[in-house]
Structures are given as structure tokens and as C-alpha cells.
T-cell receptor, first 117, second 109 residues
Framework: GAGVSQTPSNKVTEKGKYVELRCDPI?????LYWYRQSLGQGPEFLIY????????DSGLPNDRFFAVRPEGSVSTLKIQRTERGDSAVYLC???????????????FGPGTRLTVL | DAKTTQPPSMDCAEGRAANLPCNHS???????VYWYRQIHSQGPQYIIH???NNETNEMASLIITEDRKSSTLILPHATLRDTAVYYC??????????FGKGTRLSVIA
């Protein structure tokens, strides 16, 4: 079946601009995670949604970063006033597991490579 | 911070078994051991996970020691396409994955 998809695959923007990155999770997956991966590093957690609500946003680096998931499916990560340090690959993952489960298996999309000039 | 320790790199001859070790001496009773891999320029790929019993699927086997303080991921017949960074992660519940630096496995022809 279809996996997690992310658009665009690449995004180049100028410092100070606003960007939106989209994630389409696997159909029926209630949990959705955003991660960011800088060059040579492992992915780092940003935010976790269970359904429509953000269950954990402790990884967002500052208030320029915001994410929504209004209908509990597609999610958009929004970055305001982009800075060169925001350049990274932004990864989305989804899982089927409901809240309170003993564990969950996350499946990742291919990522969006963001370059801020 | 990641709760696991892995060697930074390993080599394996094509067709041979690749055995990737991971130490997780502070693992809690309700934490599972997960393995993911990341092939260059792709998103992480789920491989396998386990709690205390050994597990096997079509991709790999996971051997967890009885005290659960370490584990080994086994790729029984490594191919060139298995060249990737392999991450060992411990987690429980609906929590984020905490990635360390992983092991860079190079499969050599």
C-alpha cells in the first residue's frame, strides 16, 4: 500500500521567507511525528500528533515553527521568517498505534530537503 | 540523549552475515528495542523490534540478551543494498524515537 508521502521533495527559499511542508501519512494512521535531520546527524524530534491535537511539541526549536493537522490526517509544518540554520531534511512519520499503547512502530516518508539561502 | 551505544562503523563482505551490536544498559522494563536503517538520501526504514524474546522477520533477526542490556541485529546474507546507517533505539509507548549516531555498515563486494 501507499506509504508516507511528503511534498515538496526539495524546497529552496530565501532567508526571512515563510515555508510550508506537507505530510500525507499512511491511511488510517492516527499518530503523526515530525523530525528534522541536519547533515551528518540522526533525526531529531519536533512534534507529535495524536489525531488532530499536538500531544507533544517539546521538540519545536522556537516559536517560528508551527504544525497543524486539522482533520487528523494530512499535516503541515510551517516555518516563519526562515533562517539559514533551518536548512535540513524534514521527515514525517506515522503510526497506527492508539494512545496508551505499549509501543508504536513509526513509518517514515522520504523527507523534504529545505535549503535557506 | 540516546540511551544506546553502537560502534560508529562496520564492514561486511557481501553474502556474509552482518552482526550489528548495540548496548542499552539503562533500558527500562517497559522499553522495547527498535532497529531502523537509513540508506543515503532516504527516510529511515523500520527493520524490527522486540521486548525480550528474539525476533525474526523477512529483513533481519534481533537477538536480545537475557538481562536486556544489549542486543544484536543480524542481517543473514548482506547485499550491497544493505549499506546504510543502522540505528538502535529503545522506547516505550507513543513516544518519539531518539536517534543516536548509529552504525554505518558498508557491505563490500
Amino acid at each position: 500500500g501507499a506509504g508516507v508521502s511528503q511534498t515538496p521533495s526539495n524546497k529552496v527559499t530565501e532567508k526571512g521567507k515563510y515555508v510550508e511542508l506537507r505530510c500525507d501519512p499512511i491511511s488510517g494512521h492516527t499518530a503523526l511525528y515530525w523530525y528534522r535531520q541536519s547533515l551528518g546527524q540522526g533525526p531529531e524530534f519536533l512534534i507529535y500528533f495524536q489525531g488532530t491535537g499536538a500531544a507533544d511539541d517539546s521538540g519545536l526549536p522556537n516559536d517560528r515553527f508551527f504544525a497543524v493537522r486539522p482533520e487528523g490526517s494530512v499535516s503541515t509544518l510551517k516555518i516563519q521568517r526562515t533562517e539559514r540554520g533551518d536548512s535540513a531534511v524534514y521527515l514525517c512519520a506515522s503510526s497506527l498505534t492508539p494512545p496508551g499503547a505499549l509501543t508504536d512502530t513509526q513509518y517514515f516518508g522520504p523527507g523534504t530537503r529545505l535549503t535557506v539561502l | 540523549d540516546a540511551k544506546t551505544t553502537q560502534p560508529p562503523s562496520m564492514d561486511c563482505a557481501e553474502g556474509r552475515a552482518a552482526n550489528l551490536p548495540c548496548n542499552h544498559s539503562t533500558i527500562s522494563g517497559n522499553e522495547y528495542v527498535y532497529w531502523y536503517r537509513q540508506i543515503h538520501s532516504q527516510g529511515p526504514q523500520y527493520i524490527i523490534h522486540g521486548l525480550k524474546n528474539n525476533e525474526t522477520n523477512e529483513m533481519a533477526s534481533l537477538i536480545i540478551t537475557e538481562d536486556r542490556k544489549s542486543s544484536t541485529l543480524i542481517l543473514p546474507h548482506a547485499t550491497l543494498r544493505d549499506t546504510a546507517v543502522y540505528y538502535c533505539i529503545v522506547k516505550s509507548g507513543n513516544t518519539p524515537l531518539v536517534f543516536g549516531k548509529g552504525t554505518r555498515l558498508s557491505v563490500i563486494a
